[in-house]
C-alpha cells in the first residue's frame, strides 16, 4: 500500500477494508492484493485533488476517476474491475458507517467490446492431450518422464473439472477420490466444491500417482518431502501457477494449436463443451463455482456454424 499519512481517513478506511476482505472475507491473496492495487491508485488520484475524508466523495469524483483511466488507455475489462473494487469499498464504508451514502453505487463502468473467452473445438482438446507422450507401461522412469506423468495427469484434471489453475496447484492427495471419480477444489474465498472427474482424467492421474509423483517426491533435495499436493514440480515441492502455464504453452506447442493458450483455455473450453453438449446454465454455474449465473452466461455463446444450422432448422421459412 502505498505511503498513509495519519490525516488520511480514507487510507484508514482502505487498511480496515483490505483486513476485512482478508482475514474476515477470507478471500484469495491475489484477489486481495488486486484490490489494494486497484484502491492504491484510487486513493492517489483522491490525494491529489486533496480529498482525503470519505465524506469528501462525491459521485462526480467517481465518474471523473473512471474518465481518468479511459483517457489513460485502460482496457474496458480493467475499468470495469477498477470500478468493481471502488464499489466495494464504499459499500464497506457505508456499513462501517464510515460514510451516509454509497456514492459509487450508480455509476457504471463504460461499455466496451464483448468478447468472447479463448476455446478449443473438443478435437483441439483432443489433440491437446493425446499430444501428451506418456512412457509405455512397465518401463523404467526417470524424473523427466515422471513429469511427462504428471503434466498428462494436470491437463486431463482441469479440462475435466474445469478447475481455476489456483484450484489445480492447490489440490491435495486427500481432496481425490478415484473409486468415487470425484474430486473437491477450492476456489475463491476458501469456497469448496465437489467436481466430477471422467474416466481419462482418473486414469491419467492414477498412473501418476502410482509411477509418476513418488520419483518427484523423491527429488526434494532438503527438509521433509511434499506429503499433502497432488501436482508436484521437479523439485518435489508443490507447482506453481507460473508452472502450469508452461505446462499448457508447451502442450499447444506440442500439438500445433495455433491459438493464444493458458490455463484458463481449460476451463473455458469445458464449458462450453459442457453448455453445447446440453448441459444447462445453472449445473455449469455449480461445477465452474462462480457466485452469480450470469458470469456463466458467456458460454453460451455459439459458432456462426451452429448458429446457421440451427436457424435453418428451425424457422418456418428458412428453406
Not at 482475514?23 to 484477489?31: I, Q
Not at 503434466?151 to 478415484?178: H, P, Q, W
Not at 526434494?220 to 504453452?249: C, D
Request: charged share 25%.
Amino acid at each position: 500500500m502505498v505511503g498513509m499519512d495519519r490525516t488520511d481517513a480514507i487510507a484508514r478506511l482502505q487498511t480496515q477494508f483490505i483486513a476485512h476482505i482478508d482475514v474476515e472475507r477470507g478471500l484469495s491473496k491475489a484477489t486481495v492484493a488486486a484490490y489494494t492495487s486497484d484502491l492504491d491508485r484510487y486513493r492517489a488520484w483522491l490525494n491529489k485533488r486533496g480529498i482525503t475524508d470519505p465524506n469528501a466523495i462525491t459521485k462526480q469524483h467517481v465518474e471523473d476517476y473512471v474518465a481518468y483511466l479511459d483517457a489513460n488507455g485502460a482496457s474496458a475489462r480493467s475499468k470495469a474491475r477498477n470500478l468493481a473494487s471502488i464499489h466495494e469499498f464504499h459499500r464497506f464504508a457505508l456499513s462501517a458507517h464510515a460514510v451516509t451514502d454509497d456514492v459509487s453505487a450508480t455509476v457504471k463502468a463504460p461499455k466496451g467490446a464483448s468478447t468472447l473467452p479463448d476455446v478449443l473445438t473438443v478435437d483441439e482438446v483432443a489433440k491437446l492431450l493425446d499430444c501428451m507422450l506418456v512412457p509405455a507401461p512397465g518401463c523404467v522412469m526417470d524424473a523427466p518422464d515422471a513429469v511427462l506423468l504428471r503434466d498428462k495427469a494436470l491437463l486431463e484434471f482441469m479440462y475435466a473439472t474445469g478447475c481455476r489453475v489456483s484450484e489445480a496447484v492447490g489440490v491435495d492427495l486427500n481432496d481425490i477420490d478415484l473409486d468415487e471419480r470425484v474430486a473437491r477444489v477450492t476456489g475463491k474465498g476458501a469456497k469448496q466444491r465437489l467436481v466430477p472427474v471422467g474416466d481419462c482424467a482418473c486414469a491419467a492421474i492414477a498412473r501418476y500417482l502410482r509411477e509418476g509423483r513418488p520419483i518427484l517426491e523423491g527429488c526434494v533435495k532438503s527438509g521433509e518431502p511434499e506429503r499433502r499436493a497432488v501436482f508436484l514440480n521437479k523439485r518435489g515441492r508443490r507447482m506453481s501457477r507460473q508452472s502450469v502455464w508452461e505446462v499448457v504453452n508447451q502442450a499447444g506447442q506440442r500439438a500445433h494449436i495455433g491459438k493464444p493458450l493458458h490455463p484458463h483455455t481449460l476451463r473455458h473450453s469445458f464449458a462450453t463443451h459442457l453448455i453445447q453438449g446440453g448441459a444447462d446454465v445453472r449445473t455449469v454455474q455449480e461445477l465452474l463455482g462462480h457466485a452469480s449465473v450470469t458470469t456463466t452466461q458467456i458460454y453460451t455463446h455459439v459458432s456462426p456454424e451452429n448458429l446457421i444450422e440451427t436457424y435453418l432448422t428451425a424457422h418456418p421459412r428458412a428453406r
